[in-house]
Each structure stands twice: as structure tokens, then as C-alpha cells.
């Protein structure tokens, strides 16, 4: 009786490790499944980076190229020395360019960021835009004592790059009029052209991805092409930006 109780325990014991190690594979399998999908993730976000920045670079330098380029053809036969001094701004932009799109591809910031800060990388853009095209630009920053993270910094510079660009190729605009304040415990980012606007938006990557970038820091963004396109941006001020 003894031997049978001891063979019926062992059947039972071997089952029991069997269903064990059927679900240790399960387990095994899943995780498997899970690292390759995490991969796949990382793989998408990584493509959607660099999409992004890629965009935002090159897309802003050939804009600007290209209007300066414009201005070059209308003038070289009534004064080939401007023309030439054109030439020489248009080069420093391609280079800017080709520069923010190797930080981009190392995972870097924005040149302008890393070499003039915030405010001081926003008037070199307007600067550099405004010197190869007709376009005007207002700049209105009251901000005091403030000290962004870098992504937000980032994002908030990569949005006003965003703005000039399409207020320029796609809305033909002449001024653009851009504030950037705090209200309370809110920074506001108000950025309105006076370009031929548009009655049915259609977010095309751009924005698409300008929205994408401030819901990351927990903002929000409202574009309105009925006078013109003004896009307003709004985030809330984090614990110890304010350096009062």
C-alpha cells in the first residue's frame, strides 16, 4: 500500500512540476514577447525623434535658404554686391543648419540653445531668419528670474521655429508678432502673423508634432487661422522655475 501511495505521489509531484515548467515557458514567452515589443516602441520613438527634429531643422533652414535665395534673383543685376553679401548670410545659415542637424542625429539640443540660452537662442533664430527674407518680426519677452528644464526650453524654441516656418512658406505672411509671458502660474507662448490665415485648419506634421511636444510638458495649444494664424501655448510653471 505504502509503494502505491509513494507512486501516486511522485505521478502527482511530476504533474505538478510539469504544470510548473508549462508556466514558467508561458512566462518566458511573454517576456519575450513583451522585450520585443518594448524594442519595437523604442525603435518607433526613436524614428519619430528624429523625424521630428529633422523636420524642424531642415525645414526651417530651407525656408529660409529659400527665401534668400529669392531675394538674391530679384537684386543680382541691380546691385551684385548686396547680392553678394546675401550670399555670404544665406551660407551662414546652411551651416547653422547642417550643425543642428548633426546635434539632432547625436541626440543633442538646438545649436542656438546650447550656445546662446533661451532667450538669446530666439533672437539669434529671428535674427537669422529675418536676414534672408522680407519678413518682419516682433519679439516680446517679459519673462524675469525664470530657469527652464532643457526639454522644455526645447520644445518652447522648436515651437516658435515651427511657427516662423509656416507663417513664411505656407501663410505668405510680412510680420509676425511673438510673446512669450507669465500670468499667474501660467507661461503663455502667443505667436500671431499676419499672413492669409486659413478658415478650415488642417495640422499637417508640423503641428501635429508642435502639439505632440507641449503635451509632453503637460501644455496645451489652440490654433486659430481666422485673422491671419495665431497659435497660443499654454504651460503651467513647475516648482522652482521662478528663481525670485
Known amino acids: 500500500m505504502f509503494y502505491y501511495l509513494y507512486i501516486g505521489n511522485q505521478i502527482e509531484e511530476n504533474e505538478n512540476i510539469a504544470k510548473e515548467l508549462d508556466m514558467i515557458n508561458q512566462v518566458n514567452q511573454e517576456l519575450r514577447n513583451y522585450a520585443a515589443i518594448t524594442e519595437k516602441i523604442g525603435e518607433d520613438n526613436e524614428r519619430k525623434r528624429l523625424a521630428r527634429e529633422i523636420h ?3 525645414g526651417h533652414a530651407l525656408t529660409g535658404i529659400a ?31 547642417i550643425g543642428d542637424v548633426r546635434n539632432s542625429l547625436n541626440k543633442l539640443r538646438p545649436g542656438a540653445l546650447e550656445e546662446h540660452g533661451f532667450k538669446g537662442a530666439i533672437e539669434s533664430m529671428i535674427e537669422e531668419f529675418t536676414s534672408v527674407s522680407d519678413l518682419k518680426i ?15 526650453e ?18 505668405h505672411a510680412t ?9 499667474d502660474n501660467t507661461l503663455y507662448l ?10 478650415d485648419i488642417i495640422q499637417g506634421y508640423g503641428l501635429k508634432q508642435m502639439r505632440e511636444r507641449i503635451g509632453m510638458i503637460n501644455g496645451e495649444v489652440h490654433y486659430d487661422g481666422s485673422d491671419g494664424f495665431l497659435t497660443i501655448i499654454k504651460i503651467p510653471m ?5 528663481c525670485d
Open 138 to 152: 516682433d519679439f516680446n519677452y517679459t519673462l524675469e528670474h525664470v530657469d527652464f528644464e532643457n526639454t522644455k
Open 56 to 58: 524642424d531643422t531642415l
Open 154 to 171: 526645447d520644445v518652447l524654441f522648436r515651437a516658435i521655429q515651427e511657427s516662423i516656418t509656416n507663417s513664411s512658406r505656407h501663410g
Open 67 to 97: 527665401a534668400g535665395v529669392d531675394a538674391c534673383i530679384a537684386m543680382i543685376d541691380i546691385d551684385p554686391k548686396a547680392t553678394k553679401q546675401q550670399l555670404i548670410v544665406i551660407s551662414k545659415v546652411v551651416r547653422q543648419g
Open 238 to 242: 513647475q516648482r522652482g522655475e521662478n
Open 175 to 183: 510680420h509676425i508678432q511673438i510673446d512669450i509671458y507669465q500670468q
Open 190 to 199: 502667443k505667436i500671431k502673423d499676419n499672413g492669409c490665415g486659413c478658415d
